[in-house]
Structures are given as C-alpha cells and as structure tokens.
C-alpha cells in the first residue's frame, strides 16, 4: 500500500468515525433554521443542491495583489473550514476563485483558479479527500465590491466556498 493511499484510507475511516458519533451527518445541519418560504430555490446542479447558507461563507480567503499563494494569516481559515468539512463529510465543496479588475480577463481567470487551487492543496493537507473538493474561477467577473480602489480590491481578491449537498 501506497503512503497516499494509506492516508487517503486513514481520512476515510476518520471520517466515518467522527460521523459515526453524530446525530445526523445530514447537511441540513449546515442551515439550522432550514429554507424559508421565502427564500429563493436551491440550486441543483452537478454536485448536487447547493446549501444557500452555511458556516463557511464566513472563511472568506483573501490574496494579495496578482498573487495565489496563501497568507499565514488565512491559514486558520483554511483549517477551520477542513474541520468543517470532516464534520460534514457528505457534503462537496466547490472553491470559486476570484480576482480585481486589474488584469486581463484571460489572465485574471488563470489567477482566479490557481487561488482556487492553492486552498484545495491547504484543505488536503489538512486531511480533506481531494475528490470532495472541486475548483471553479469567475476570474474578475463577480466582485464583491464594485468600485474602482485598493479596498474594493483587496476584498475581490479571494476564494469563496460552496457547499453541495
């Protein structure tokens, strides 16, 4: 047996462990209060239904300018959002890389997938199955903040999460 197959084995069996000793390893548990009456309809798509609102969207990664390495400070992101993971260990992650304006759009979409890339790498070092995480990059074309500034900037600069169920 392979060291990475031993591992991969190892983070399986971890995960049906700690599973296991849950109440329900349902990703409804990501949305306490459920979707209301008003809320817009999940998303289905490929990896399944999109989960509208959970504890990731707070572990926002940020870059530096015309960067995809990962910040020291973002690293306890990183691992929160591992732990996250493992207590969830159904649900699939999507990882959108994102960019500022700055740049060409074909440039700025390789920038926004190899950020996205960068976190995937942080996440299975932290023990995540690589087969539960997917990379997308919207380059420059979703910010979330839309003026023209080193502010505005430095908050598009990030990957976000999304959660599948």
Same mark, same amino acid.
């Given at each position: 047996? =392979?060291?990475?197959?031993?591992? +991969?084995? /190892? !983070?399986?069996?971890?995960?049906?462990?700690?599973?296991?000793?849950?109440?329900?390893?349902?990703? +409804?548990?990501?949305? #306490? $209060?459920?979707?209301?009456?008003?809320?817009?309809?999940? !998303?289905?798509?490929?990896?399944?239904?999109?989960?509208? &609102?959970?504890?990731?969207?707070? @572990?926002?990664?940020?870059? *530096?300018?015309? &960067?995809?390495?990962?910040? *020291?400070? $973002?690293? #306890?992101?990183? @691992?929160? /959002?591992?732990?996250?993971?493992?207590?969830?260990?159904? !649900? @699939?992650?999507?990882? $959108?890389?994102?960019? *500022?304006?700055?740049?060409?759009?074909?440039?700025?979409? &390789?920038?926004?997938?190899?950020?996205?890339?960068?976190?995937?790498?942080?996440?299975?070092?932290?023990?995540?199955?690589?087969?539960?995480?997917? =990379?997308? +990059?919207?380059?420059?074309?979703?910010?979330? *903040? #839309?003026?023209?500034?080193? &502010?505005?900037?430095?908050?598009?600069?990030? !990957?976000?999460? /999304?959660?599948?169920?």
């Amino acid at each position: 047996m =392979t060291k990475r197959t031993f591992l +991969s084995a /190892a !983070v399986c069996g971890l995960g049906l462990v700690l599973g296991a000793g849950c109440a329900s390893d349902d990703a +409804s548990q990501l949305n #306490p $209060e459920g979707i209301g009456a008003d809320a817009p309809l999940p !998303v289905r798509g490929a990896l399944g239904e999109l989960i509208a &609102s959970h504890p990731l969207q707070s @572990q926002t990664i940020y870059f *530096d300018y015309d &960067s995809a390495r990962i910040k *020291d400070s $973002e690293t #306890p992101k990183i @691992q929160a /959002a591992a732990k996250h993971l493992i207590e969830n260990f159904r !649900v @699939q992650c999507e990882l $959108e890389g994102h960019c *500022d304006e700055r740049g060409s759009g074909e440039y700025n979409m &390789s920038l926004g997938e190899r950020r996205a890339q960068a976190v995937r790498a942080g996440l299975i070092g932290f023990g995540i199955e690589a087969s539960k995480l997917h =990379t997308k +990059s919207f380059g420059e074309e979703k910010p979330i *903040d #839309p003026e023209h500034d080193e &502010s505005a900037w430095r908050k598009n600069r990030r !990957v976000e999460f /999304a959660l599948y169920k």
